[in-house]
């Protein structure tokens, strides 16, 4: 079975500060890993995804994600963040044999204060 | 990218009735789902819609209580039946396009309270 875990229910950063929100996976096989952004009473915005390749993965709005398979973690970054960037960010796995299936994290609250 | 489109966006409904949620997608796709978020928790996943044929349920969901249609390649229903308090939540309609077809795209959610 594949699994999600996002340790922290909040994160608090200040504007212009690095940002980190941390994900790591239980999957059979290679993971297709993806992180969607939830904004108040809105659908999930997709923003980035790493199937293969390069662990950097750069995605919307700045944002970009590292694959560490020894890890299996898929931490999301951004140099600076922006006030606008609160919001609810979630990570999400499907292992390759798994059809479309993504399974959830619990979700982590960003919230970037002035 | 898909754009999906979601009505009712939100709904306040009284125990034992049912309603039946619209999604519509700009473009054909190849696959659509429905989810549920429940308050403050993560999406679960309820079933794949599958053009043509019965929906693929995931564990402890069922055809009876959430009977789901998918006539043609853009469109897809979810009803939620007998509706009980418990039923409260957000239900996400998601599909995956031809083009980028690892990426789900989400519509904004129907918002159902049940009184």
């Known amino acids: 079975a594949q699994s999600v875990a996002q340790p922290e229910d909040q994160v608090n950063v200040a504007e212009g500060n690095p940002l980190t929100v941390k994900c790591t996976y239980s999957?059979?096989?290679?993971?297709?890993l993806f992180w969607y952004v939830q904004y108040p009473n809105r659908g999930l915005q997709f923003l980035l995804k790493?199937?293969?390749?390069?662990?950097l993965v750069k995605g919307s709005y700045g944002f970009e994600a590292e694959f560490n398979k020894s890890q299996t973690s898929f931490h999301l970054k951004k140099p600076s963040a922006l006030v606008s960037d609160s919001a609810l960010y979630f990570c999400?796995?499907?292992?390759?044999?798994?059809?479309?299936?993504?399974?959830f994290g619990t979700g982590t609250q960003l919230k970037v204060e002035l | 990218s898909a754009v999906i489109s979601q009505k009712p966006s939100r709904d306040i409904c009284q125990r034992g009735t049912s309603l039946t949620i619209q999604c519509q997608v700009d473009?054909?796709?190849?696959?659509m789902f429905w989810y549920r978020q429940q308050p403050g928790q993560s999406l679960t996943l309820i079933a794949t819609?599958?053009?043509?044929?019965?929906?693929?349920?995931e564990s402890g969901f069922v055809i009876d209580k959430f009977p789901i249609s998918r006539p043609n390649l853009t469109f897809s229903t979810l009803t939620v039946s007998n509706m009980s308090p418990e039923d409260s939540s957000i239900y996400l309609c998601?599909?995956?396009?031809?083009?980028?077809?690892?990426?789900?795209?989400f519509g904004a959610g129907t918002r159902l309270s049940v009184l």
């Open positions: 998601s599909a995956t396009d031809g083009l980028a077809k690892n990426i789900q795209y």
């Open positions: 999957v059979s096989g290679n993971p297709y």
């Open positions: 790493y199937i293969t390749g390069d662990n």
């Open positions: 999400a796995v499907r292992g390759p044999g798994g059809g479309n299936k993504l399974t």
């Open positions: 473009s054909q796709v190849t696959m």
């Open positions: 819609a599958n053009q043509g044929s019965e929906a693929t349920y």
